[in-house]
């Protein structure tokens, strides 16, 4: 696991604006998360979001890739990514607090009313804890799905 985050911070991951697209290596935590700040300040506009974790399409040494989508023109565009260690509480809040961070760092703020989460009680306790104030409501995806 520690190779993969030492890679990560020997090469410069960036995309085709020549932005960095590696916005968080934590290394301890072993948290990474990629999105670049045209993505974060999008996310700005947005009152809703719809967060996910998927377990299919995780790379080696990961859990989890956890996703966080606005909605534009009835299209739901991916805007963060997470690999994660695992599905803990702590975790997942360590990520929605290193979006709030990442945000903040393009000077932005998010104005969050509404989170969409699947049905995994430790996601939804972690959206009530970073977001106080926000209505969280079930993805009916996920609920067909269960």
Known sequence: ????????KTFPVKINKNEDFLMVNDI????I???????????????????????EYCP????QMFSIHGLKEDHYIPL????????????????????????EK???????????A?????IQQSVTEVWTNVLLKGCRFH????
């Open 1 to 8: 696991m520690e190779e993969t985050h030492d890679i990560l």
């Open 28 to 31: 301890e935590n072993q948290i």
């Open 33 to 55: 998360m990629f999105s670049y700040s045209s993505n974060l300040e999008f996310l700005t506009d947005l009152d809703t979001i719809y967060i996910d974790g998927t377990f």
């Open 60 to 63: 080696k040494f990961f859990k």
């Open 80 to 103: 963060a990514f997470f690999l994660l260690p695992n599905k803990q509480k702590h975790t997942y809040t360590l990520a929605l607090k290193y979006l709030i961070e990442q945000v």
């Open 106 to 116: 393009c000077n932005k703020k998010l104005a969050l009313r509404t989170v969409f």
């Open 118 to 122: 699947d049905f995994e009680e430790a």
């Open 143 to 146: 609920l067909g799905q269960s």
